[in-house]
């Protein structure tokens, strides 16, 4: 499995920005994606989660009611809508993928086998 992942920029506090991630290979509707972020000096932390088959999602404290995820399957692309950006969202983020994980593994970045590179968000203030 193949991840692409996009969109990234400089954008104002209060702007919105939606990244994409466009993923390939032997997957399937069990299989689940998620977006995690790391800033500089800090550890990668989970942002937001859903499975293909669209029936679970799930999102960090910090950016729910921000940020929705959502997939276009017939896109292969996992995309995160982000509005009200804050400078504390600035960050690398980074989309990954695994197959048949749970509600409660989503979150956690050792869940997931595949990895696909960076795109960096800057919010300015």
């Known amino acids: 499995v193949q991840l692409q992942a996009s969109g990234g920029g400089l954008v104002q506090a209060g702007g919105s920005l939606r990244l994409s991630c466009v993923y390939s290979g032997r997957t399937s509707n069990d299989y689940a994606v998620g977006w995690f972020r790391q800033a500089p000096g800090k550890e990668r932390e989970f942002v937001a989660g859903l499975r293909l088959s669209g029936s679970t999602t799930r999102y960090a404290d910090s950016v729910k009611g921000r940020f929705t995820i959502s997939t276009d399957k017939a896109k ?50």
């Open 76 to 125: 292969s692309t996992v995309y995160l809508q982000m509005n009200s950006l804050k400078s504390e969202d600035t960050a690398i983020y980074s989309c990954a993928a695994a197959p048949r994980l749970i509600w409660s593994q989503l979150g956690v970045p050792s869940s997931y086998h595949y990895w696909g590179q960076g795109t960096l968000v800057t919010v300015s203030s």
